[in-house]
């Protein structure tokens, strides 16, 4: 309770000295804690706004991998965010081989389809191998010792990548100029960057809701996640539709990796380590198992990375705002359990994880 309470009051006190501030900078408790405030313009307001957006998005792919394994198997896969580097490194090595040949900057369009493939066809790969390999035979045991495997896969993942390309940071090639420019739509200055991230993630979760909702593999994935006891009576072949979820779950990474990679531009062995974590959080955020849940998560958490330091903590004179992003993001974590522990749009179990 008294956690609940001092952190509503934090944020309460921060919200209510962020409106003084934007009222009159100069105002006395601006002046006590925060002299040199100012207040954010109209402008810089929209562009935290559009910042969080595209950063929570792609929390909210790579989400869905941790959202649909958890439905499925009842377990957290915390190798899922090293999925993804590795398709961040997919794309970079393909996008030097086309800027090599000049391709990257003529055809730039048909070269970003033709690294979206084969970064999702890599993650897709590795999350079954991971499966394969690393989960299946340990399908019954206690659910600790999968966990516990998924950890030692994340740590080998991370090593075989720092071995092939070593610890420093590698930079994706330069992008096209119309796509760095800035766009005007409804008075949101975005980049066209950032419109690219925000479009694909529309029709990757398009395609995901289809092919969950619509298609008999979709009902086969939402009948092993209720009862694989079941389902496996019904005809369903258990082992084909885990490796499905898998794949699927893979796949959102490798899309999510690639607009990372043109999103940021650099990669280093580390890359999958925060957003893997912080995608994990937004699944538990959005309530876990819940694909819906986890997008919108996804898009809360990196919302509140990007406006609550200079909405919450800037006003209360607390320093260096910018770099306590992902203080922000564990402290939501923290928020919503406190309130709501099974997730905004609560937790979606199997029949045998219900209490």
Same mark, same amino acid.
């Given at each position: 309770m008294v956690i609940k309470t001092l952190l509503v009051s934090l944020v309460v006190i921060g919200v209510v000295a962020f409106i003084a501030q934007q009222i009159d900078p100069s105002n006395a408790f601006a002046q006590w804690r925060n002299?040199?405030?100012?207040?954010?313009?109209?402008?810089?307001?929209?562009?935290?706004?559009?910042?969080?957006?595209?950063?929570?998005?792609?929390y909210g792919l790579i989400?869905?991998? +941790?959202?649909?394994? +958890?439905?499925?198997?009842?377990?957290?896969?915390f190798a899922h965010g090293e999925v993804f580097m590795v398709s961040v490194y997919t794309g970079y090595i393909a996008s030097h081989k086309f800027a090599a040949n000049g391709m990257w900057e003529s055809n730039f369009l048909l070269c970003l389809v033709i690294v979206l493939v084969l970064a999702t066809t890599v993650a897709t790969a590795t999350a079954i191998l991971m499966e394969r390999i690393a989960y299946r035979p340990l399908r019954n045991s206690p659910r600790l010792i999968p966990l516990i495997t998924s950890i030692g896969v994340s740590f080998f993942l991370q090593n075989a990548v720092l071995?092939?390309?070593?610890?420093?940071?590698?930079?994706?090639?330069?992008?096209?100029?119309? =796509?760095?420019?800035? +766009?005007?739509?409804?008075?949101?200055?975005?980049?066209?960057?950032?419109?690219?991230?925000?479009?694909?993630?529309?029709?990757?979760?398009?395609?995901?809701?289809?092919?969950?909702?619509?298609?008999?593999?979709?009902?086969?994935?939402?009948?092993?996640?209720?009862?694989?006891?079941?389902?496996?009576?019904?005809?369903?072949?258990?082992?084909r539709i885990i490796v499905t979820t898998?794949?699927?779950?893979?796949?959102?990474?490798?899309?999510?990796?690639?607009?990372?990679?043109? =999103?940021?531009?650099?990669?280093?062995?580390?890359?999958?380590?925060?957003?893997?974590?912080?995608?994990?959080?937004?699944?538990?955020?959005?309530?876990?198992?819940?694909?819906?849940?986890?997008?919108?998560?996804?898009?809360?958490?990196?919302?509140?990375?990007?406006?609550?330091?200079?909405?919450?903590?800037?006003?209360?004179?607390?320093?260096?705002?910018t770099q306590l992003k992902d203080a922000v993001a564990f402290t939501v974590l923290v928020m919503v359990l406190l309130f709501k522990p099974s997730g905004l749009f609560g937790e979606q179990l199997s029949s045998e994880d219900r209490p």
């Amino acid at each position: 309770m008294v956690i609940k309470t001092l952190l509503v009051s934090l944020v309460v006190i921060g919200v209510v000295a962020f409106i003084a501030q934007q009222i009159d900078p100069s105002n006395a408790f601006a002046q006590w804690r925060n002299p040199g405030a100012r207040a954010l313009t109209a402008d810089q307001f929209k562009g935290l706004v559009i910042s969080g957006l595209s950063q929570g998005v792609l929390y909210g792919l790579i989400a869905l991998g +941790y959202s649909m394994v +958890y439905g499925v198997l009842g377990f957290i896969n915390f190798a899922h965010g090293e999925v993804f580097m590795v398709s961040v490194y997919t794309g970079y090595i393909a996008s030097h081989k086309f800027a090599a040949n000049g391709m990257w900057e003529s055809n730039f369009l048909l070269c970003l389809v033709i690294v979206l493939v084969l970064a999702t066809t890599v993650a897709t790969a590795t999350a079954i191998l991971m499966e394969r390999i690393a989960y299946r035979p340990l399908r019954n045991s206690p659910r600790l010792i999968p966990l516990i495997t998924s950890i030692g896969v994340s740590f080998f993942l991370q090593n075989a990548v720092l071995g092939f390309f070593g610890p420093s940071t590698r930079s994706y090639p330069q992008l096209p100029e119309w =796509l760095s420019k800035q +766009y005007s739509i409804i008075t949101f200055e975005i980049s066209g960057t950032k419109l690219m991230v925000l479009a694909v993630t529309m029709v990757s979760m398009a395609g995901l809701w289809y092919l969950v909702e619509r298609t008999k593999t979709g009902k086969a994935m939402r009948a092993v996640a209720e009862d694989k006891e079941i389902a496996s009576l019904m005809g369903i072949n258990v082992n084909r539709i885990i490796v499905t979820t898998f794949g699927v779950g893979g796949a959102m990474a490798g899309v999510a990796g690639i607009m990372f990679g043109l =999103l940021f531009r650099a990669v280093h062995p580390m890359t999958g380590f925060l957003p893997g974590i912080k995608a994990f959080t937004a699944a538990v955020v959005g309530g876990i198992g819940n694909l819906g849940g986890a997008m919108t998560g996804g898009i809360a958490l990196g919302s509140a990375e990007s406006i609550a330091p200079m909405m919450i903590l800037e006003p209360l004179g607390v320093p260096g705002v910018t770099q306590l992003k992902d203080a922000v993001a564990f402290t939501v974590l923290v928020m919503v359990l406190l309130f709501k522990p099974s997730g905004l749009f609560g937790e979606q179990l199997s029949s045998e994880d219900r209490p």
